[in-house]
Nanobody, 114 residues
Framework: QVQLVESGGGWVQPRGSLRLACLAS???????VGWYRQAPGKQRELVAT???????HYADFAKGRFTISRENAKNTVYLQMNSLKPEDTAVYYC?????????WGQGTQVTVST
């Protein structure tokens, strides 16, 4: 059983920045970790992923604004979000796959507004 805990969400004005963190209860160094988001009334969508070797993938809307990184010694994956827009408002979740089981965190709310 892997527990994922997201943190770092909150309210920010447009063009602001936030850094989200996903802390895992055990090492995820050998697997991928992904960030997803879900806005009200919309389906959950991929934001970014990072592999065990540090390879990254971003959704088109995240390219150039968001950066995913991992600090394996702390079992933590980060999502640095810059130039935030109101349409980035959503609950952000991290997930991982350990031994064939997919785990999700409880999510952290990000609100971008004036």
């Amino acid at each position: 059983q892997v527990q994922l805990v997201e943190s770092g969400g909150g309210w920010v004005q447009p063009r602001g920045s936030l850094r989200l963190a996903c802390l895992a209860s055990q090492t995820t160094v050998s697997t991928y970790v992904g960030w997803y988001r879900q806005a009200p009334g919309k389906q959950r969508e991929l934001v970014a992923t990072i592999t065990s070797l540090g390879g990254t993938h971003y959704a088109d809307f995240a390219k150039g604004r968001f950066t995913i990184s991992r600090e394996n010694a702390k079992n933590t994956v980060y999502l640095q979000m810059n130039s935030l827009k109101p349409e980035d408002t959503a609950v952000y979740y991290c997930n991982t796959d350990v031994g064939g089981e997919v785990y999700w965190g409880q999510g952290t709310q990000v609100t971008v507004s004036t």
